[in-house]
């Protein structure tokens, strides 16, 4: 988001496969045993004029052609885009001029037609569906005056991601309902920052985690909010940290095949920024939260929030740190994280642990962790997704400058079929570029911005992608980043 603080039926054919490539191996790489896949050539999802960036991915469980992504939208003011497809990701309803999630914000991309929302901006995006094909978006919404207001809201679609709740006949729903200071004010330091969407698939319920700031010290404590109605509304949130775990952000939750909730987050423990992953389990549907147990500590964590922290090589720009991803992987009973960091060779590199059950049917046991070697390149990887197939496979998608000495940015896919021992590697994206030359409207200038998250999903046959890239020049200024959607057999 824009003012983001530092700190988710059969698959149709979709284009031609068209693209064939490999990392070239390395001394500082498992790179030789890596073989490539197949790709579609990316496709351009926004079309328009102005930057998009922060781009969810989800798929409908009774059609996987029908497909759901969103994004931080700078072509009027700031919004929250949203964009579907229903032939696999080949084509995709407009950015322009309708491509706002309605409710949210007082103005649409088209300056001539008033939104449906009472609030000056939007972003953080996320996005998933329920086992009926009902789509949900949360967006977070705020005023830029006094008193600020922040608010996490909720809209819902029956179509697909065609249409949605207009804001108006039927509001959207406040994610973030609890009595007490602060609840949608940002005065007192309460900001409601980074949400993320799981649903369960078994039951339908929806689980909401944020980090709520409260001015109090930098505490940041990780907060989940269940609806248990079809979004219609939301219980009071659940405080899933306690005492000295402090100064949190990036909380997603995923589940179990026995519906055991697993939910991670990063930690500057006392002070710093994402010293630590930790893990917690619900097994009552996120009522009650288990003590946040340790996954592993960072080297130096990446931390690409100019110019506070900006650690890679090269033109500082806005990206995602070293924020943790859990998946869970069904076929062997395991619970897997990954993230990035900086290793003593100076490149970000992506790491990978899991957490397996003591025995079959059992929950994780989150005490335990196995950690896996590093996947590195030969520039940096950073800003990874991870997804598990049904079948058991293993996708990360990250960003990846391997392939230009370094300077340029690019888009990997690493899969691996037998638990993360053994990986294969492709290029998804046809050409990399500078994040420290491309960015959102600041001003009369531009502020380097291409995210802090991707999307990607996993199905049986392929993974599928969206990332932040670049789009044709249309003014004076780099400001075009657009979503760029790819699918890949692995």
Same mark, same amino acid.
């Given at each position: 988001?824009?003012?983001?603080?530092?700190?988710?039926?059969?698959?149709?054919?979709?284009?031609?496969?068209?693209?064939?490539?490999?990392?070239?191996?390395?001394?500082?790489?498992?790179?030789?045993?890596?073989?490539?896949?197949?790709?579609?050539?990316?496709?351009?999802?926004?079309?328009?004029?102005?930057?998009?960036?922060?781009?969810?991915?989800?798929?409908?469980?009774?059609?996987?052609?029908?497909?759901?992504?969103?994004?931080?939208?700078?072509?009027?003011?700031?919004?929250?885009?949203?964009?579907?497809?229903?032939?696999?990701?080949?084509?995709?309803?407009?950015?322009?001029?309708?491509?706002?999630?309605?409710?949210?914000?007082?103005?649409?991309?088209? %300056?001539?037609?008033?939104?449906? /929302?009472?609030?000056?901006?939007?972003? !953080?995006?996320? *996005?998933?569906? #329920? +086992? =009926? &094909? $009902?789509?949900?978006?949360?967006?977070?919404?705020?005023?830029?005056?006094?008193?600020?207001?922040?608010?996490?809201?909720?809209?819902?679609?029956?179509?697909?991601?065609?249409?949605?709740?207009?804001?108006?006949?039927?509001?959207?729903?406040?994610?973030?309902?609890?009595?007490?200071?602060?609840?949608?004010?940002?005065?007192?330091?309460?900001?409601?920052?980074?949400?993320?969407?799981?649903?369960?698939?078994?039951?339908?319920?929806?689980?909401?985690?944020?980090?709520?700031?409260?001015?109090?010290?930098?505490?940041?404590?990780?907060?989940?909010?269940?609806?248990?109605?079809?979004?219609?509304?939301?219980?009071? %949130?659940?405080?899933?940290?306690? /005492?000295?775990?402090?100064?949190?952000? !990036?909380?997603? *939750?995923?589940? #179990? +095949? =026995? &519906? $055991?909730?697993?939910?991670?987050?990063?930690?500057?423990?006392?002070?710093?920024?994402?010293?630590?992953?930790?893990?917690?389990?619900?097994?009552?549907?996120?009522?009650?939260?288990?003590?946040?147990?340790?996954?592993?500590?960072?080297?130096?964590?990446?931390?690409?929030?100019?110019?506070?922290?900006?650690?890679?090589?090269?033109?500082?720009?806005?990206?995602?740190?070293?924020y943790p991803v859990p998946a869970f992987d069904a076929t062997r009973?395991?619970?897997?994280?990954?993230?990035?960091?900086?290793?003593?060779?100076?490149?970000?590199?992506?790491?990978?642990?899991?957490?397996?059950?003591?025995?079959?049917?059992? %929950?994780?046991?989150?005490?335990?962790?196995?950690?896996?070697?590093?996947?590195?390149?030969?520039?940096?990887?950073?800003?990874?997704?991870?997804?598990?197939?049904?079948?058991?496979?293993?996708?990360?998608?990250?960003?990846?400058?391997?392939?230009?000495?370094?300077?340029?940015?690019?888009?990997?896919?690493?899969?691996?079929?037998?638990?993360?021992?053994?990986?294969?590697?492709?290029?998804?994206?046809?050409?990399?570029?500078?994040?420290?030359?491309?960015?959102?409207?600041?001003?009369?200038?531009?502020?380097?911005?291409?995210?802090?998250?991707?999307?990607?999903?996993?199905?049986?046959?392929?993974?599928?992608?969206?990332?932040?890239?670049?789009?044709?020049?249309?003014?004076?200024?780099?400001?075009?980043?657009?979503?760029?959607?790819?699918?890949?057999?692995?």
């Amino acid at each position: 988001m824009p003012l983001r603080l530092p700190r988710t039926a059969a698959l149709l054919p979709l284009a031609a496969l068209a693209l064939a490539c490999s990392d070239t191996p390395t001394s500082e790489s498992p790179a030789a045993r890596f073989t490539a896949g197949s790709a579609t050539s990316p496709v351009n999802v926004s079309h328009d004029t102005t930057a998009q960036n922060e781009t969810p991915l989800a798929a409908n469980p009774r059609n996987t052609a029908n497909l759901i992504t969103g994004a931080n939208d700078w072509n009027y003011n700031d919004g929250c885009a949203v964009n579907a497809s229903f032939d696999g990701g080949r084509s995709w309803t407009a950015t322009l001029p309708n491509g706002f999630l309605p409710g949210v914000t007082k103005f649409t991309n088209d %300056p001539a037609v008033a939104g449906t /929302g009472s609030y000056d901006a939007g972003g !953080d995006p996320a *996005i998933a569906f #329920g +086992p =009926d &094909g $009902t789509a949900y978006f949360v967006c977070q919404a705020f005023t830029f005056g006094s008193p600020t207001e922040i608010a996490l809201l909720l809209s819902r679609s029956t179509d697909g991601g065609r249409t949605w709740l207009d804001g108006r006949t039927t509001p959207l729903v406040h994610v973030a309902n609890w009595q007490g200071n602060g609840k949608s004010k940002g005065s007192n330091g309460q900001f409601a920052d980074h949400e993320s969407i799981f649903v369960d698939q078994r039951t339908g319920f929806i689980y909401v985690s944020w980090v709520q700031f409260n001015g109090n010290s930098s505490h940041s404590p990780v907060l989940v909010a269940v609806s248990r109605d079809g979004g219609h509304s939301f219980a009071p %949130p659940v405080r899933v940290t306690q /005492g000295p775990v402090r100064n949190n952000q !990036d909380a997603r *939750i995923v589940s #179990g +095949p =026995d &519906g $055991t909730l697993y939910l991670t987050f990063d930690t500057g423990v006392q002070g710093g920024k994402g010293t630590v992953i930790y893990a917690s389990r619900s097994g009552d549907g996120g009522t009650s939260w288990s003590t946040p147990a340790q996954v592993a500590t960072f080297n130096n964590p990446v931390c690409a929030f100019p110019p506070s922290c900006f650690n890679l090589s090269g033109g500082p720009f806005r990206a995602g740190g070293s924020y943790p991803v859990p998946a869970f992987d069904a076929t062997r009973n395991r619970l897997y994280v990954t993230w990035d960091d900086i290793a003593a060779d100076g490149r970000a590199k992506v790491y990978l642990a899991y957490a397996a059950a003591p025995a079959a049917g059992q %929950p994780v046991n989150l005490s335990s962790w196995t950690m896996l070697p590093p996947l590195a390149g030969t520039g940096d990887r950073f800003e990874g997704e991870l997804g598990i197939s049904s079948g058991g496979r293993l996708d990360l998608a990250f960003y990846d400058r391997s392939y230009s000495g370094n300077t340029l940015v690019d888009v990997t896919l690493a899969s691996s079929s037998d638990g993360g021992a053994t990986w294969q590697t492709q290029r998804i994206s046809t050409a990399g570029f500078d994040p420290s030359l491309y960015g959102v409207p600041s001003g009369s200038g531009i502020r380097p911005f291409i995210g802090d998250y991707n999307g990607l999903v996993s199905l049986p046959d392929r993974a599928l992608m969206t990332w932040t890239g670049v789009g044709p020049k249309t003014g004076a200024l780099e400001t075009n980043l657009e979503i760029f959607f790819a699918g890949a057999t692995p």
